[in-house]
């Protein structure tokens, strides 16, 4: 009885042991390099995992969201493999900087030259897509994994919020706030605060610079006597602790010496 429990109880530790060592399940994602802020332009990572141990990843198909088409999307070229844009007309007019944009990307595939995403290793794709909507909070990016054994993986299924993760869930890019405009201010209140005040208040701007760089050297000035007196105080500090062990080292040895006469 006690060698079958032994057993048993071996036989569930290595279980364990297997589950914790077992690699996380891993799958096509994308990240934003940066921000990824509403309205504005940003670089994304597709990243793939090779997931098989017999088979090599030879393609990508990434779909483009047609619910919220993006005007530019620019694949950045990745060594060994050859990227395809694929465009079509959108379903709604969509403007980009006063202009009509007539075609947008709705697929980038990315097909490998080479050997592709070996086992073990990963492979980064990075776009340049924007603009991005400015009335959304995220975008969903359905992508298909080719292996060179011929096997199709489709990561199209979207996570609902609250719920457990898909088996093959697609990639969703999350959209931060929309960034607001450094200077607060557009059309001919950006040129004034671009080129300043003009006439009396110019002349104010300049006096309170003077005093402004008056300040500073005053300031510069103080430093540089605090920096030596610093100085001077820390060297005078260490002189006082050198002595003070000198004393220290001789009272003692003193003390061995009275003491050696008298034991005399």
């Not at 690699?23 to 940003?42: D, I, L, M, N, R």
């Not at 909507?133 to 992508?143: G, I, N």
């Not at 500073?216 to 002189?239: M, N, Q």
């Amino acid at each position: 009885m006690k060698a079958s429990r032994i057993a048993a109880a071996g036989a569930v530790s290595g279980l364990a042991v297997l589950a914790l060592s077992a690699p996380a399940f891993a799958h096509v994602s994308v990240q934003p390099e940066g921000a990824a802020a509403k309205g504005g332009y940003a670089v994304v990572d597709f990243k793939v995992p090779n997931e098989r141990d017999n088979a090599s990843t030879t393609k990508l198909e990434v779909n483009f969201p047609t619910d919220h088409p993006l005007a530019s999307v620019m694949p950045q070229p990745v060594p060994g493999w050859k990227a395809e844009v694929t465009k079509a007309k959108p379903a709604k007019p969509l403007e980009s900087h006063g202009k009509q944009i007539t075609e947008v990307v709705t697929k980038v595939t990315w097909t490998a030259d080479g050997k592709g995403v070996e086992p073990g290793y990963f492979q980064k794709f990075p776009v340049s897509i924007g603009a991005l909507p400015e009335d959304a909070d995220q975008l969903v990016f359905k992508a298909i994994q080719t292996y060179s054994n011929k096997e199709v993986v489709r990561w199209i299924e979207v996570p609902q919020e609250g719920q457990e993760e898909p088996d093959t869930p697609a990639p969703v890019l999350k959209l931060s706030a929309a960034e607001d405009d450094a200077h607060g201010a557009s059309g001919s209140d950006a040129k004034a605060d671009a080129h300043g005040a003009s006439g009396s208040d110019a002349k104010a701007d300049d006096t309170e610079a003077a005093a402004q760089d008056t300040a500073a050297d005053t300031s510069a000035s103080d430093s540089g006597s605090g920096d030596g007196s610093d100085t001077t105080a820390r060297v005078l500090g260490i002189v006082g602790i050198v002595v003070g062990a000198a004393g220290v080292a001789y009272g003692v040895l003193a003390g061995r010496r009275r003491n050696s006469g008298t034991a005399a």
